[in-house]
């Protein structure tokens, strides 16, 4: 039982380039989320999805896309970095009205 | 926002004293959590507390809730050096759907001296 795995851990972009961060849980959860925390900061949530084939914007969309494959995977994707996107991202997980789960997180660095 | 707020956002303390944070939040909820996040990890689940409990405890963490005045308490009792972290406090507003969508705080930094 991995809980939230995170893919990659780290990861270095140049303004313009473009990736998806992957998420998977194995937990059965229904809700996942994407958030980002930048320095000093507590936690945005970017989007978030309640059960397979729906999504919604969070606190801080504008950016971001994602995708939720299937109950296990979703993932997130930056179609054209900017150095504002620098921050550690992290993936959750909670069944409904329960707890949240994190990722180990991916630090994401735009230059 | 439901952004909840937590207060303060520092704190220093000896190991054994008693370590106490709050939290503000907005709008109707249908429970509260608060989570513990070490330097550079991910963060850990510490206690969640429905809207229609007031008090809840696990090991040496007590919360509680005051639903009347959107507010709620995280006391860490005999704290010890491993206790320093950031401590957030998420809220899980009331869908009719049922399912969360966790708003975070910024933080309380805790720090506990040997």
């Known amino acids: 039982n991995a809980g939230v795995t995170q893919t990659p851990k780290f990861q270095v972009l140049k303004t313009g380039q473009s990736m998806t961060l992957q998420c998977a849980q194995d937990?059965?959860?229904?809700?996942m989320y994407w958030y980002r925390q930048d320095p000093g900061m507590g936690l945005r949530l970017i989007y978030y999805?309640?059960?397979?084939?729906?999504?919604d914007k969070g606190e801080v969309p504008n950016g971001y896309n994602v995708s939720r494959l299937n109950k296990r995977e979703f993932s997130l994707r930056l179609e054209s970095a900017a150095p504002s996107q620098t921050s550690v991202y992290f993936c959750?997980?909670?069944?409904?009205?329960?707890?949240?789960?994190f990722g180990p997180g991916t630090r994401l660095t735009v230059t | 926002s439901q952004q909840g707020e937590e207060d303060p956002q520092a704190l220093s303390i000896q190991e054994g004293e008693n370590a106490t944070m709050n939290c503000s939040y907005k709008?109707?909820?249908?429970?509260l959590q608060w989570y513990r996040q070490n330097s550079g990890r991910g963060l850990v689940h510490l206690i969640l507390?429905?809207?229609?409990?007031r008090e809840k405890h696990s090991g040496r963490l007590r919360v509680t809730l005051d639903t009347s005045k959107k507010s709620s308490s995280l006391l860490i009792t005999a704290s010890r050096a491993a206790d320093t972290a950031s401590y957030f406090c998420?809220?899980?507003?009331?869908?009719?759907?049922?399912?969360?969508?966790?708003?975070f705080g910024a933080g309380t930094r805790l720090a506990v001296h040997p």
């Open positions: 959750a997980s909670s069944p409904n009205s329960g707890s949240g789960y």
């Open positions: 937990m059965n959860h229904n809700s």
């Open positions: 999805s309640a059960s397979e084939g729906t999504t």
């Open positions: 709008t109707s909820i249908n429970n």
């Open positions: 507390i429905r809207s229609n409990e």
């Open positions: 998420a809220t899980g507003p009331f869908f009719s759907g049922g399912y969360n969508k966790l708003i």
